[in-house]
């Protein structure tokens, strides 16, 4: 029999054996953070930095930009080869200079990894050496290599602060030549510092609707971000497209909260009647704290 | 009183440690993965450039998903999948005037499964893409996590 620790979340029962309604539970393996960097960048040469652990580990990445309080995004997938790239010693930093209001000036963003001791090219869930710290449980049958640790509670884990959806109605309305609307919704997280923000998989970022849906013809009513990113990339090249009414969407967080913003504007020179839009944010924010650097190894 | 297991990093009192120092805090959901993998294979035009891994999985929403796919490089006409580097998805890698479509990676949500693609879409000359390319022993990995993404 393989040992196992279970913890049920608030109001839950183990009994139920329902994986959802557990906080814990050493049969599913839960990615170890082991590293945390900063890299500043720009999009001419791609930034390196070691990573400090022998073979390619799976990592999140971040960028943030210079609002004045720091928008920080998930990494998007971006541009051609756009550095969300790691290797067997080096994570790559590729992004374009962003313009920094209280300077003035376009200046470099900077890039948040967060790294994992879990390995891409193999399908083992590693994990360094705990250099004599205590340790909790291994997988059954390895009592030795260190790589079949289970828990290990020197190394950091995603714990989940708060989860919920920001949402955005847009009516349907009537807008002049030239007008613009602009609506916004936001979760105030305030925790005093950056969290680690999920999902993790999307294009956490400033995008024009009009340039994706088939050049815009096809935007649909509702619009669901958290996987927007998969939406989108498979559609050709990103590009300018002709419109009579331009939407954007803008969703990033920071030490404050969480924020999701669409504007859209008529430059079609006559009245035009805008469809009404539903954009949802699948969100959950984490304990972790994105902006600290941290080496477990 | 419900039972809680609390771990403190190095240097900070459990009884005192804020909760983003603290290691493991089951008071907290813990992202635990649901389901993980190591896939290898081809990309050709008798797969259409195209591979597809389905995952099942028994929630009512969208779980969470980390993957990885690996870097392509090309010299010469001829195109490498890296074993050693990678990006993660949804990814778009390649073209910039190359005369290529670009290597695509995306995750699409399904009822009880999330399916992972890797393909080259075709992109139109003129954008910059034209030629499928052939490239071997692509490697994706997946982790699918307990935790939903979306619903």
Do not use: W
């Not at chain 1, 790559?92 to 790294?115: A, M």
């Not at chain 1, 920001?166 to 602009?182: A, F």
């Amino acid at each position: 029999m393989v040992p196992n620790i279970r913890v049920a979340k608030p109001g839950k029962n183990l009994k139920d054996n329902n994986i959802e309604e557990e906080s814990i539970n050493t049969s599913h393996f839960m990615p170890k953070i082991v590293v945390q960097k900063q890299i500043a960048t720009d999009q001419n040469t791609p930034a390196t930095t070691t990573h400090g652990l022998s073979y390619s580990p799976v990592c999140i990445r971040y960028v943030r930009d210079y609002t004045p309080e720091g928008a920080y995004k998930i990494m998007p997938f971006g541009a051609i080869g756009m550095g969300n790239e790691i290797d067997n010693t080096y994570i790559y930093g590729y992004y374009g200079e962003v313009y920094n209001p209280n300077t003035e000036l376009y200046e470099q963003p900077i890039y948040y990894s967060v790294i994992f001791s879990d390995s891409i090219n193999n399908n083992k869930d590693e994990t360094p050496n705990g250099q004599n710290q205590p340790e909790l449980f291994v997988k059954s049958g390895q009592t030795t290599n260190p790589i079949y640790k289970l828990i290990v509670p020197y190394c950091d884990y995603l714990k989940a602060s708060t989860s919920g959806i920001l949402t955005l109605n847009i009516p349907s309305s009537n807008l002049n030549d030239s007008d613009s609307q602009e609506y916004s919704s936001s979760y105030l997280h305030n925790k005093g510092y950056i969290p680690i923000v999920a999902p993790f998989d999307t294009h956490f970022d400033s995008f024009l609707l009009n340039s994706y849906y088939e050049g815009g013809s096809n935007i649909p009513s509702t619009i669901i971000l958290n996987n927007i990113g998969s939406q989108l990339v498979e559609q050709t090249i990103p590009a300018y497209s002709a419109s009579d009414v331009y939407e954007y969407i803008t969703y990033y967080f920071n030490g404050i909260g969480l924020y999701l913003e669409y504007t859209r504007l008529n430059l079609s020179g006559e009245t035009q009647n805008c469809p009404a839009r539903t954009i949802k944010l699948y969100y959950t924010i984490f304990e972790n704290q994105l902006d600290e650097s941290l080496n477990l190894l | 009183m419900r039972p809680v297991i609390k771990v403190a990093r190095r240097g900070y009192d459990i009884r005192t440690a804020l909760p983003k120092n603290l290691t493991i805090d089951t008071s907290k959901n813990q992202f635990k993965v649901y389901d993980s993998g190591l896939e290898v294979f081809d990309l050709n035009a008798g797969n259409s450039y195209t591979y597809e891994k389905t995952i099942t999985h028994p929630f009512s929403y969208t779980p969470t998903v980390i993957a990885f796919v690996s870097d392509v490089t090309e010299s010469g006409g001829t195109f490498t999948a890296s074993s050693s580097k990678f990006n993660s998805l949804p990814s778009y890698d390649g073209l910039g005037g190359f005369g290529y479509n670009p290597l695509t990676g995306v995750v699409i949500p399904g009822t009880g499964e999330v399916t992972i693609r890797v393909k080259e879409p075709y992109v139109a000359p003129v954008f910059g893409g034209g030629d499928y390319f052939d490239v071997e022993d692509v490697v994706l990995r997946y982790l699918v996590f307990v935790d939903k993404n979306f619903e």
